[in-house]
């Protein structure tokens, strides 16, 4: 994915446009610029590579102007480069686009502009964008624009400048998120709200494929029918440092610092004397037949975890699938089911389109998502949000815990639906959920030495093999995930009992593999599998709450607290992220924005 800024008003736009971006980067960082309007051209400055080389370009030479728009790339289409950057000029550079998504019949739409004249200047799909406004300008921006929408296909979140429009810019969106700032006598767009919170707390968002026209004076938004529709105003109760270290010395680290406020927020006012209280959902549990859940990544993770607990509580058949492979397989989902989705951004497009089969096969559809008013959230039938507030490290960490605190409430009220789970073990349950993000909180303070003396010493490592059962696996999943995401170690995670199966092949000496051995009921044939690699010259790091248990075949401890058993990953997921941090860290890596990936990925 991409991100998009924009400005209109009484101020500079070029040093508006590059603090938004800066506050975007993390959506994509391999190339970036602005295009800033004089009231007479539109001035175009880009450059490949982080957003300091654009500042480096633009300093001493900042396009004059107060009207702009700014983009900050992960490159789909066309290598990072300063010519695939955007903004994207028309042929006669009377217009500059900014885009987040992907024009799917670009190479139609190239031929087509191609048999008229048009020649191009990089390899983007965007750039057909800017073309086709010129190939149907004709002087009315709205009919223009209107014609370039009927002419794409895809997703996008749109900025436009045109030389003509002075002091007024054009936006709109399918698929892609975007949010309209309102200032006083200035106003802004961006793909989040964090990006322009410095300025405004005032939103509002199009909905999908209206066109929005951005002044100084105001916001007019035009819907598919070309009628002026009136907008909700939203007031953002983020907090302005929300986007800001507080003196951590990565995102990522302050992120997982705040895991215990965030589960606070997700769970406080969801247990309650009546029961689980999922905000105004009403579901069901005795009237689902099967549960599907989807997503990618870490959330397809927190989704196994998931799966583990309500099958074993609630006693539904639940069923999961890369978001990117359920859209595929033709599932065999009906209008009995539960389709959860499960996304931090709610954004990524597998995971969208995952939902979007669902919704066609006639499941009811319930996302779990972090940001407000994204666009799996708006399209779901239900969403669950996980409150995280913002997360800007590319690296998933409370994201992800604050996923897994909401499947088990999903969990047990389900259960209690279904009358499947003992009152005991309900309140037992709910009485450790209550009590996470204090022994989080503790727990994170007292895993932190061990994880930088474990990096210190396992840093070199080329490769990694995480290896669990049951729902240890689903975590040793997002244990791999963190540490090759960010430290580029090679990393795997493994069914325990799988490994035997062909892949010890690998272990050798001073391989190290990490055996998560928390769940008391398998504890015993993990560690079977962990002296099977320990007998092969394995390095084992030994993570569970039972040390004198694995000790004997372990070369080192990371030592979980008592919890309830069913909520150990979310512990294991802290002190592997610790781990996997200070690897990162002790490689020199980009933690916050690791290479090749980007926040949320809005294309397939
Ligand atoms: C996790 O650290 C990664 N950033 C990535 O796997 C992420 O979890 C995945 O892309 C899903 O993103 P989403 O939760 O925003 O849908």
Redesign the pocket.
Known sequence: MCGIVGYTGKRPAAPILIDGLGRLEYRGYDSSGIAVSDGKKVNVIKAKGRLFELEKRISGASPEGFCGIGHTRWATHGKPSDENSHPHYSRDKSFAVVHNGIIENYLDLREFLTERGFTFRSETDTEIVAMLLEYYYNGNMLETIIKMRNKIKGSYALGILHENENGVFYAMRKDSPLVIGLGENENFIASDIPAVLPYTRRFIIPDEQEVAVISPDGVTVYNRNREQVNKQITVSDLSADAAEKDGFAHFMLKEIYEQPGAIKKTVHDRITPDGIKLDRIKLDGKKIRKIFIA???????AGAVGKYFIEKYARIETEIDL?SEFRYRDPIVGDDCLTVI???????AD?LAALREAKRLKSRVLAIV??VDSI?AREADDVLYTRAGPEIA????K??TT?LAALYLLGLKLARDRETIPQSEYDGITSAVEKLPELLSAFIDEVNPAAQYLAGKYYPANDAYFIGRGADWSAALEGA??LK?ISYIHAEAYAAGELKHGTISLIEKNSLVIGIAADPALREKTLSNIKEVRSRGAAVIGVTDSPDAIKAECDELMVLPATHPALTPVFTAAALQLFAYYVAAARGGDIDKPRN?A???TVE
């Not at 590319?394 to 960490?397: F, P, W």
């Open positions: 997503a990618c990544g870490s959330a397809y993770h978001a499960i996304s931090q951004s709610g954004e990524t995971s972090n940001v799996i590319v690296a998933t960490t994201g992800y996923q995930l963190k995401e990936l926040k949320s990925v």
